[in-house]
């Protein structure tokens, strides 16, 4: 996994701009701490940070794609893996393409050469790159179907930068960092619904997830490569069972390939579970790695209703027992949580989540001392419909994860609320939504909820999930892949019946049926049980004098919140409201202090 930064510019000539482009790479060394390079031309240049996994040696980037008389054709920054790149490779090989590397960027750059842009169907993986046309003057920015790896970018007239994050565009002097109205919507209206292609950040716009962005002399187009299609579902319950075991059975085999040392993310739920018994199978009696959080006694994570049940630790050490497999249980105290409470923020450029973000980054740095590539279960509970809210009867009038809490838009003062007007904004953007799944004909009753509630959670709430996933492992330098994003797999599983999903009448019913011979009764047959929340009491006390240290003097936040709305909670001991749908104690406090800092140490102005 790796960073990639880049700057287009047709009036410049860019070879005399090393020392910007470098300083945009440098911004993700975390990313890619094993090397970085930049590759200048007039009118283009790329920079990358590399975390070598695939071809040690021979995968260095910037990589460029040569002449028979060494004219440079094509050149590319990638950050991702593509997990059919051999077979790629065997294709293109016998096209007449010769290869210098045993990397999968190689194959990707020469797939381009081959097919241009209906190379990107073609792969599978994870993915954010970027390739320069040099004959045809042009770039071509891809993400891949799900938006596993973030990619971003702004356009002028006349140039374009992107950033596998907001801080390489930020470190080029052509970009201000500036929010308006919808960034403050994006930021309190619907913080865990982020809208595809948007961000806090004036000017500054995602890769859609399954699109591409094209640069050239006619100005900049968007594409969509990829989009879930409904068609009919023939096969029967059993059928659809072996089919799911087939698809995820290939998935692990596929992303356990790695040229370093490598692990699994188990947390005794059925995902991860999955996984791991998939890869302990996969293994031919070698031992798999798998690492899992957990917190000192006295801090053990409270019950928080149906987003966290019970302590995952019996049903990882039954499977870790029964597989034999080599655990690391990364004990994350409140101490930690507090040295790196900032983390949240350095990561994501924005405001985050705060305690939750904090632990997964403590998980990933402990997890990186002792591999670079890790596997987890995002992606379940989308396809499978494992969400609580997938089996209640609520009316579908918002975002179902939010189940109708407060928003931080509570706490906008009303003069800003008046110009953000974030229930309007969170109401349109849940039409646009809820306008964009592509139903079946005919189609009624919880089979059309259930599809709405999928599509849902696919594009709004997976890729808040995707980010901070993205973001924490970064930042520890671990690069985690996502069998269940598989795209075959979702495209089969998007026209799987809910009848069939929750057969038995069982949340995950499918999923459960298809690995039912891997589990041990106790795991296979678990309720949904979120990612644990520390109840370090140190952790809520120092938020809470940091923020009753912030109402009595002049910070930028109060600029857009409510001061005296703070400072009522606060005297009462209510929670704030936070940026997060699961019940979170401090993450109303969180979320508050790093609006703060984000607006004061990034200079954000508001305008």
Request: aromatic fraction near 8%.
């Amino acid at each position: 996994m790796c960073g990639i930064a880049g700057w287009v510019d047709r009036d410049r000539d860019l070879r005399t701009e090393a020392r910007t482009v470098r300083a945009m790479t440098d911004t993700m060394v975390l990313r890619g701490p094993d090397a970085g390079d930049i590759w200048l031309s007039e009118h283009a240049a790329l920079g990358h940070r590399r975390l070598a996994v695939i071809d040690i040696e021979g995968g260095t980037q910037p990589m460029e794609a040569r002449d028979g008389d060494g004219r440079v054709l094509a050149a590319i920054t990638y950050s991702g893996e593509v997990y059919n790149f051999r077979e790629l490779r065997a294709e293109l090989t016998a096209l007449g393409h010769r290869f210098r590397t045993g990397s999968d960027t190689e194959v990707v750059l020469r797939a381009h050469l081959q097919w241009g842009e209906a190379a990107v169907p073609r792969l599978n993986g994870m993915f954010a790159y970027a390739v320069w046309d040099v004959s045809r003057q042009e770039l071509l920015l891809v993400r891949d179907r799900l938006g596993v790896k973030p990619l971003y970018w702004t356009a002028g007239d006349r140039h374009l930068l992107f950033g596998s994050e907001p801080k390489a565009v930020l470190a080029n002097p052509l970009f201000t960092a500036e929010t308006d109205a919808e960034g403050l919507a994006e930021l309190f209206a619907v913080p865990s619904a982020p809208t595809p292609g948007h961000t806090v950040f004036r000017g500054l716009r995602t890769v859609r997830p399954g699109h591409t962005v094209r640069f050239g002399p006619a100005g900049v187009s968007e594409r969509a490569y990829w989009t879930l299609e409904t068609r009919p579902h023939t096969d029967d319950l059993d059928t659809t069972a072996a089919r799911v075991r087939e698809l995820l059975t290939d998935a692990v085999r596929r992303q356990l390939v790695s040229d370093v040392p490598l692990g699994l993310l188990l947390s005794g739920g059925l995902d991860s579970s999955t996984l791991t018994a998939l890869a302990a199978a996969d293994a031919d009696g070698d031992k798999v790695a798998t690492f899992s959080v957990d917190f000192p006694p006295d801090e053990q994570p409270e019950r928080l209703g149906d987003w966290n049940r019970d302590s995952d630790a019996p049903y990882i050490q039954e499977l870790a027992d029964r597989l034999a497999t080599t655990h690391t249980a990364v004990t994350v105290p409140g101490s930690e949580l507090l040295a790196h409470r900032s983390i949240g923020l350095q990561a994501r450029d924005r405001p985050g989540w705060g305690e939750p973000d904090v632990s997964l980054y403590l998980l990933f740095k402990g997890v990186r001392r002792h591999v670079t590539v890790a596997l987890s279960g995002e992606v379940a509970d989308e396809v499978f419909g494992g969400y609580p809210y997938f089996h209640h009867d609520r009316p579908l009038d918002t975002f179902p994860w939010l189940g109708g809490g407060p928003s931080p838009a509570g706490l906008l003062r009303p003069d800003v609320a008046e110009w953000v007007r974030p229930g309007e904004y969170a109401a349109r953007r849940f039409d646009e939504a809820l306008a964009e799944v592509p139903h079946a004909a005919g189609e009624s009753g919880q089979e059309r909820r259930a599809r709405q509630i999928s599509h849902l959670a696919l594009t709004r709430w997976l890729p808040a999930l995707l980010d901070r996933k993205d973001r924490m492992s970064m930042a520890a330098s671990l690069e985690v892949r996502v069998p269940f994003a598989d795209h075959r797999l979702v495209e089969y599983l998007w026209n799987v019946p809910w009848s069939q999903k929750n057969a038995g009448g069982v949340p995950k019913g499918l999923l459960r049926r298809a690995v039912g011979d891997l589990l041990p009764a106790s795991v296979l047959h678990r309720p949904k049980s979120g990612y644990p929340a520390s109840s370090a009491p140190g952790y809520g006390r120092t938020l809470r004098a940091l923020a009753e240290d912030l109402v009595q003097r002049n910070g930028p936040v109060f600029d857009l919140v409510d001061r005296d709305a703070v400072r009522r909670h606060l005297a009462a001991g209510t929670p704030l409201p936070g940026p997060r749908a699961a019940p979170h104690p401090t993450g109303g406090l969180d979320h508050l202090l790093a609006v703060d800092r984000w607006l004061d140490t990034y200079g954000v102005r508001v305008r």
